[in-house]
């Protein structure tokens, strides 16, 4: 059994009077990949902002349950809010890169955490363009504009960028739906790689995707967990008959 | 089961399925036959055999097609994946059903005709029961019935049996009559392809299972049959 790294117990959202999840429990592991998926509008977003809070700057959402981050509640009153966001890395659909060069980007988290040092800011950029899977392609223009690269060098530097304040946990909202193959297969490749050191939540459309990469696979559908299981039980043999309606493409 | 979203996928599926229907009762057919040409040493329908089968492996071949441009077009999966998977073997199985057929026709076409053996083995009802084994495995996929498959895995047991019991009387025959060791020869062969003929329809009833109720029965057999057939 493999250690859980995040825990949701009886967990509600709604925005004003519309729920967007409904009492869901599940356990994460560490070290996994967990894929979220579902039709628009079933809750996998809203679940995967509330593991790191970003929800908080609605005032019309209410929460209600736990969410446990190596066995503490992210929303009891003593949570450092900045402290979590720095556990939790995200990387979004479309690439974000801010307008400035690569370098500066992946520097910028270390250097809102106070470190000035030239050459340790070099060695983290360096590192983290490493484990993205992107140096080779940079090292020698990272004083460049990072939005002179493609959408998956972007993305990339952009996964390197949330890798650099050392998180523990990488929430990714379908980082390569925007993506060609070829790029999306290099961003699948890098989440494999990383899920070594990292535990990583991805939401993903894509049914394939989410079998390729992921260990376990959640189902949702209009706010509710409908299944959720290893992702190779998912998709050879689904338990619940909208699992196996909305994986196969059928009319639920 | 509700339809999919995209129809031309339910198409290729449904043509998948009818393509599996109307092999099953082609190799019915061709077991039937093989069983009858054994049985009445019919040499003519022994020859319709043999040339049936190249209709079989026409047929062999588009469904295997049909499972490769499935698999390319549209990545299925759960269900509709372990649908595809088990139309592979089954037509697989289905198709080496009609070759032993093909191969039962010709040995029948060697064997002597003033050979008497017929009221002296257990051909007859073995011919009966493999006519039936295999019918019953081709409905259990038709129908997707899977206590069809656990009766197949019961009665092959059986069968089983007296296919053994066959060889043992072919052999003191062959002794008996040493002169027509040639044809009892051909009837051992027959016997053994009737052994594997049976396994066969075991083998399809096992993809059943797989396709409907997502469980693995291959190769565990004895876990799957009454306690009756498990002592035998």
Redesign the interface.
Known sequence: MKEVKIKIESLSVSYGNKPALKDVSLNISKNQVTALIGPSGCGKTTFLKTINRLNDFNDSIKISGKVLIDGVDIYSKNTNVTELRKKTGMIFQKSNPFPKSIFDNVAYGPRVNGITNKDELYEIVKNCLIKAAIWEEVENNLYDSALKLSGGQQQRVCIARALAVNPEILLMDEPASALDPLSTARIEELILELKKNYTIIIVTHNMQQAARVSDMTAFFYMGELIEYDKTRKIFTNPSKRQTEDYITGRYG | ??????KQ?DEELNKLRARLIKMGLMIQEQIDNSMKALIHNNQKLALTIISNDDKVDEIDLKIEKQCLKIFALH????????FVISAITINEKMEMISDLATNIAKNVLSINLGLPYQNQTNFNIIAEKLVALVTKAVDSFTFQDTSLSYEVFNDFLELKKLIKENYNIIIDLMKKNPMYIDSFTRLIIINRNLHFAANFAVGICEEVVFMVD?KIVKHRLFDFISPDNNQK
């Open positions: 089961m509700n339809n999919h979203i995209i996928f990545q299925p999966v759960a269900m509709d994946l372990r997502a």
